[in-house]
């Protein structure tokens, strides 16, 4: 078994706000990520595969294949765009975690046609902060 990973990147707009709290305890809670006429951040995202070596290729999946499919099902779907209003399927808050969940069941299905398995995708929101989601 072999891990291979390929970086992508988008820009997004988004605002964390639960609806059903005062503004204040919004604010206090989400702080700069609450505010009420959005913000952006540049998004690093990280998909990492697993799977066998195929004798014929040396490869566990074609990169650029799956460089096409994240563009296609997740940078293209996601790149300048309001998180919370603009994304068809993101139904939640886009926390990076959520964020991190909607990109794995973008990607999961397709990546085992193509014949490995999605491992892991790990989202950077700023420097310092990342998720890392394996699907459970
Ligand atoms: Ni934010």
Redesign the pocket.
């Known amino acids: 078994m072999i891990y291979i990973t390929r970086k992508e990147h988008f820009n997004a707009a988004?605002k964390?706000f639960n609806p059903n709290w005062s503004e204040e305890k919004n604010a206090t809670i989400f702080g700069k990520?609450a505010n009420k006429n959005w913000?952006g951040?540049n998004y690093d995202l990280y998909v990492t595969v697993k799977g066998e070596i195929n004798p014929d290729t040396g490869f566990v999946i074609n990169l650029k294949d799956l460089g096409d499919l994240i563009r296609t099902d997740v940078t293209e779907v996601l790149d300048h765009k309001n998180l919370n209003i603009d994304v068809e399927g993101m139904n939640i808050m886009p926390s990076t975690e959520n964020v991190a969940i909607f990109i794995w069941n973008k990607l999961a299905a397709k990546i085992s046609i193509m014949g490995g398995t999605l491992h892991g995708i790990k989202l950077y929101?700023t420097e310092n902060n990342y998720v890392e989601y394996f699907g459970e």
């Open positions: 988004h964390l990520c913000h951040h929101e």
